[in-house]
């Protein structure tokens, strides 16, 4: 246990380091000049003063060479040093603004996941149960019709249906909690958006245990369905599902990005968006660590089901 943490930790490691290398990279030569935006675009000056801009760039640190820069980030990121907004929220620490918008975000994706996750593997399993039949062509092509609208797309129609048709809700906006009615529709939003990917790997899995020796030895006993389906079937057909519901965090990621942006939910999804068009190095990278930090880690943890779920696994 002790070298597979070893090695998870080095690779890492490693794969951070190129991917903040890479962003920083496309930032300091085709992102474009913090400084010079704000002249610009006029937020905070009137006109472009080249000694207030070199001062501000000295401040900020982004006078110096890109290697430079890019080791003094890494030296204070590793000092637990996020850096200072620059434009976004000027001159605050990045990684208070980090620990206000991270939460609101891993809230609705874990509630879309469990949401997803349920219905996927029910909608699933029936589909498979019913192979062929009206009622797996039915799930499927509904399926196959919800993953083919993007969820920028799903979330006016909902908006229209649930607000302006049968009046059921207000218009949500803001965030009050995820027990709060305004949560209800960017949490099914999002799950909508997984729940197609789910669905399929559960029925492909289905399809191939149920036609297990050992399947049908335990329908030759006379054993019912749903103890078959639950104690025999459920747990080599989730194995691979883990492995897609790991997979799918990015999906969630992408997917927090619209659906916030559109309902204004300041999440850690807005932040991404905010940080891009204010060209806010610290927020860009910020943006780049904890997304990357997030899909390493449920990697890992599918990792550490895998031989829970599979004894095959934890014999090898």
């Known amino acids: 246990m002790a070298s597979f943490l070893l090695i998870r930790l080095l690779r890492w490691t490693v794969g951070l380091f190129l991917i903040l290398f890479v962003t920083y990279g496309m930032m300091f030569y085709g992102a474009g000049d913090p400084i010079r935006m704000m002249f610009i675009q006029g937020e905070d000056f009137d006109s472009e003063d080249e000694a207030v801009m070199l001062a501000l760039r000295k401040k900020y640190g982004l006078d110096e060479p890109f290697i430079v820069q890019f080791g003094n980030y890494l030296n204070n990121l590793a000092r637990g040093d996020w850096g200072r907004s620059i434009r976004l929220q000027v001159d605050r620490p990045v990684l208070e603004i980090v620990q206000f918008r991270l939460p609101i975000s891993m809230q609705l994706g874990f509630a879309a996941t469990a949401i997803g996750a349920v219905l996927g ?25 919800i993953n083919g609208i993007p969820v920028f797309v799903v979330l006016p129609m909902m908006l ?28 099914a ?77 300041p999440g850690f999804g807005l932040l991404t968006i905010e940080g891009i068009k ?21 990697n890992f943890l599918v990792d550490i089901l895998y031989p829970i779920l599979d004894p095959r696994v934890r014999a090898q």
């Open 121 to 145: 593997i029910g909608l699933g399993i029936i589909a498979a149960l019913y192979h062929n039949r009206w009622l797996d062509r039915l799930i499927i092509s509904t399926v196959l019709f």
């Open 160 to 187: 229209l249906l649930l607000v302006l048709q049968l009046k059921l809700i207000d218009v949500p906006y803001g965030w009050s909690g995820l027990f709060h009615i305004d949560a209800f529709l960017p949490v």
């Open 189 to 265: 939003a999002i799950s909508i958006g997984i729940l197609p990917i789910i669905v399929r790997q559960t029925r492909s899995a289905m399809l191939e245990v149920r036609s297990q020796l050992y399947v049908r030895t335990a329908r030759a006993k006379g054993m019912p369905e749903s103890r078959i389906i639950l104690r025999h079937m459920l747990r080599p057909v989730l194995t691979p599902v883990v492995t897609t519901l790991g997979l799918v965090m990015i999906s969630l990621i992408n997917g927090s990005l619209f659906v916030e942006y559109i309902l204004n939910t």
């Open 278 to 298: 204010k060209v806010d190095y610290p927020i860009i990278m910020a943006v780049a660590v904890v997304g990357t930090l997030i899909i390493f880690v449920s």
